[in-house]
């Protein structure tokens, strides 16, 4: 007998014996994770089903095998505005494992720093006393970003096709501002060009980031390795009387109208529930729709989600014989690389000297070979910090994410589609779905919320999940600027 006869058979004999409602949550990533978490909070029985062995998705850590370490795929931050991820890491306990900081270092080329942060300013004053005495700007550049700033006051319509760069053209700004604010920060921060970005989502980033409140704008970073913060998330789920079910890849799911029931199928078995959230990238939503009931709208999303688009995002990770800076991360100006993590810093006990550099949004990087690709960051690191060069490099690894985040060019949220699916109680989750935010893990978490709570309405029990938005702090209150749903 198959582990599936298995567990269909226990999950009919648990349901028949009760009248809880059960839920599949196909996707572990933080989509799936939040909105499991959720539910399973909301009294339903939960089945977390995840391809990988791992839960994380795209924000995971795993054991590199070339330098036995464990890495997260990527440094993820997070900010003071990210309330439902901020909200999900609370509902699994981990909350405090989060380091705030409201401080911003830029690093020329030679090692000239600048500071950015918060003063005792009201919002949205408060970055500007720093931003005017940062050397990495010129008069011009300053002047630039205070005109777009006080632009930025006004709201940008939420349907405007307009992108970034047209944006800062129509708005004066110099090329220095450009390429060392808009592009390195907030082009970055999207993880895409700034003629890619459609202007309601560079607005909302640079409102959040820079002007509602400091502390919407303070960076967070995981003191843990990405995975091991998601740990209390099968105990969780456990203990109200759900599962997680690891390297289980879910291949099709059929709907059975009379027992009003899912069934999904992975290679060995498969699992009956009331409910089906289907919380995958929108890549493996598209491949999974032909194997799902023929359904009006079907077409639909499919087409929607054509018309996404990936980006990528690569990640350096090297091991020194000794420490190369003391700051736990910076912004690296006029080079390839652009962020550094300072990871034995950030992550306190694991030792050694790691540090981890980000690249954003560059095609051209991520089509590099291993070595040169390494090489590159190496030497563009000393030219930031001259002790990299007396410094032996112990050993490194390179992660190239080709498919790391969508793009949110001008026109997206048509394609957008809500947590409502073409199929009878099933719903939809993932960063791509309608939320309002670019792609990132409160996206994510937010579509688990609002998949959660669409689920918890359809059953006549409704329940908030979603994380309300923090309120703009100082003269941002009188400000109307709430723009996009
Ligand atoms: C390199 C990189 C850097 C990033 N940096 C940041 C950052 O600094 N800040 C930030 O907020 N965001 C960042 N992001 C984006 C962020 O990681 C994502 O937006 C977020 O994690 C998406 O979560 P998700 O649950 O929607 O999707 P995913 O994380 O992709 O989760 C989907 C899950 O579904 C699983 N799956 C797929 N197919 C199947 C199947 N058929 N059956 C079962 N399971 C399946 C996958 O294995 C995966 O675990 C970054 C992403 C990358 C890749």
Redesign the pocket.
Known sequence: MGAGVCLRRRGLSKLAQSSRKSVTV????????SAACALAEAGLRVEL????GY??????SYLHPGVNEVID??????FGC?TN?VGFYRRIGVADRIYWTSEMTMIEPGGRRSQLGPSWLPAPLHGLPKLMAAHAFSLADKLALARAFTALMRPVPANSTESLEAWLRRNGQTQGAIERFWRLVIASAL?ADIDSIAMPYAAKVIRELFMNSAFAGSMGMSTLPLSDLYAGVTPYIEQRGGSVHLN????SATWDEDGAQWTIR?RNWELASDFLVV???FE?TA??IPQMPRAEGAEVLAAQIERHEHWP?C?VHLWFDREITELDHAVLLDREIHWLYNQSRLQRGRGGHYIEL?VSATRAFAGLPREEAIRKALTELGEFFPRVRDAKLEKAAL?K?V???FGVPPGIDSSRPSALSPWPNCFL????TATGWP??????AR??HLAAETICRSTGEPQAFLNPDLKPEGLMRWVRVGNRK
């Open positions: 196909a996707g572990g990533g933080v989509a799936g994770m089903v995840e391809r990988r839960l994380g998705g795209r924000a995971s795929n990527c440094q993820h931050v997070l990210c991820l993880n289980a890849h879910l291949e992975t919380a995958l990238p493996a491949k999974l995002i990640s980000v992660v994410e498919f790391a985040t989750a993932g960063d791509w792609s990132t893990m409160e996206s994510a579509s688990g």
